[in-house]
């Protein structure tokens, strides 16, 4: 049974998560075996600090022991969890973590800039430990579904995601809500992304991306009307329509955390993660620069 320790409470996910690896209040195709969340530090918030008092009570709830310095879990944890909402957070809050040799899961988004994910990659390379970062999203059931099945579609051509992309200050364009369509476009369309172009209104982000091989992949960002998710998949032997739940999108991603401290082995690369913040950062630059061409950098 791995200990968890999670850092930063100003996110839902504090609690969805716990409740997932600690069993309460969940049903039973919703629970992951194998890790339980023992310490959580409260921490602040860059973004939404009102959100920390509402969400220490669900926490406490599960069991789980409150400190209020994060370095008091060193020690007393197998892997820590770093869940603040601003992806400008998560290089300092996980940096002793790495440093001590704590294997590492930091939510999406996983930084606000290329410099910061780099830096957080190179140390845990240094100290050997595993760190990985995604949306629930990447994991949703209809995505799996549809990669155990693509060898009956045949070559993928292209892909149209959608979902919501609302937006706010501290994780700038699709960094924010718009992090979950750019993982399940990236994960569909998988690596290779060179340029992006996109157009913005007040209800929506269109990004269009063009791959290393030619193929062309386009994400709908809404903020307007309904907000669901799904994709459309252009393949070699049909247009593949699908409507995409987020039921087991944190259940399949807390199973992959408890995987990768068994294993030791990420089922995100630190290249496509940072192919996911390129996407984002170049889809914000092309939107700055009236919906011109810009190259993903490197």
């Known amino acids: 049974m791995y200990r968890l320790g ?23 195709d919703q629970v992951v075996e194998g890790a339980r969340v023992v310490l959580g530090c409260p921490g602040s918030s860059l973004m939404f600090p009102e959100r920390i008092p509402e969400h220490v009570p ?9 400190v209020n310095d994060p ?11 770093v869940l603040s909402i601003c992806g400008a957070a998560h290089l300092e809050r996980v940096t002793p973590f790495l440093r001590a040799g704590v294997p590492a899961f930091v939510d999406k988004p996983f930084a606000c800039s290329l410099e910061d994910a780099q830096a957080m990659y190179t140390l845990a ?3 050997g430990v595993s760190l990985w970062s995604s949306s629930g999203m990447r994991f949703a059931s209809e995505i799996l579904d549809f990669q155990q099945r693509s060898k009956l579609y045949g070559e993928l051509h292209g892909v149209l995601t959608y979902g919501p992309a609302k937006r706010v200050d501290g994780n700038p364009g699709l960094l924010h809500y718009g992090i979950h369509t750019t993982e399940m476009l990236c994960t569909l369309m998988g690596p290779g992304c060179q340029s992006v172009t996109t157009q913005h209104v007040a209800g929506a982000d269109v ?20 907000t669901a998710y799904g994709f459309t998949a252009f393949c070699q032997h049909g247009v593949i329509p699908q409507p995409t739940s987020a039921r087991f999108s ?7 955390i408890v995987e990768t401290l ?3 082995k990420s089922p995100v690369t630190p290249e496509q993660t940072l192919e ?7 889809a914000l630059e092309s939107e700055q620069a009236g919906g011109a061409k810009v190259y993903l950098r490197k």
Not at 6 to 28: K, L, P, Q, W, Y
Not at 276 to 282: D, E, K, N, Q, T
């Open 207 to 226: 990004v269009c991306g063009e791959w290393a091989d030619g193929r062309l992949a386009t994400l709908r960002g809404l903020r307007a009307g309904s």
């Open 276 to 282: 996911v913040i390129g996407f984002a950062l170049a």
């Open 71 to 81: 370095l008091e879990m060193l020690g007393r944890i197998d892997a820590v969890l």
């Open 6 to 28: 999670i850092i930063d409470f100003d996110s839902s996910h504090c609690v969805e998560f716990t409740r997932r690896f600690n069993h309460v209040g969940m049903d039973a």
């Open 125 to 127: 390379r240094e100290s």
């Open 250 to 256: 944190y259940r399949n991603l807390c199973a992959n």
């Open 58 to 66: 669900y926490v406490q709830a599960c069991g789980v022991q409150l």
């Open 262 to 264: 068994r294993t030791g």
